[in-house]
């Protein structure tokens, strides 16, 4: 072997070995539902608004594609905050996305809308195990039946939602 042949199959390994990660990397766009359920608090924050902290629980379903079906543990602290009078509601949560014990990934959702309905975003930051170093969003709708328990309620007050429903269209996402 000459040493151009020698200098020529290194020069291909040395670009193959940097490629293998790239082309490694998994990307893709799925759409998720989760049906939840959710517990919290209530507070009067101000005379016309009130302040919903608890959490929301649910199994997220992934359609990838190629049609399969993926499911998730999903546990998000949320805060929405509720204008009595405009209807208008803000939410803002953390969610951890549980697949297996080693492999969870944790994404953060933004909504705003009128009670009942919630339209905003899902980011998906970071994660562990197989989502290690994953990146990605999507748009988020929420819908729950808040609109009917919140009134009448004292300050403090647990509320239990029993049925609601998250949506994540065209959730896009990067796996190094």
């Not at 909504?111 to 009942?116: A, D, K, L, P, Y």
């Amino acid at each position: 072997m000459s040493v151009k042949q020698s200098s020529l199959i290194s020069t291909a390994i040395i670009l193959l070995l940097a490629l293998s990660p790239a082309m490694a990397a998994k990307q893709g766009t799925v759409q998720a539902v989760i049906p939840w359920e959710a517990e919290g608090q209530v507070f009067p924050v101000d005379s016309n608004e009130l302040l919903f902290l608890g959490a929301m629980k649910g199994i997220m379903y992934v359609e990838t594609s190629e049609g399969e079906f993926h499911e998730a543990l999903v546990v998000c602290p949320v805060m929405q905050e509720i204008n009595l009078e405009t209807g208008i509601t803000v939410a803002r949560g953390r969610c951890e996305v549980t697949a297996s014990p080693d492999d969870v990934f944790y994404a953060d959702l933004n909504c705003e809308g009128r009670v009942g309905e919630c339209k905003g975003t899902f980011t998906v930051k970071s994660g562990e195990g197989r989502f290690a170093g994953i990146s990605g969003s999507g748009k988020l709708r929420v819908r729950s039946p808040m609109h009917a328990l919140i009134s009448g309620l004292a300050s403090g007050e647990v509320i239990r939602v029993g049925a609601g429903l998250a949506i994540i269209d065209d959730l896009k996402f990067s796996i190094p």
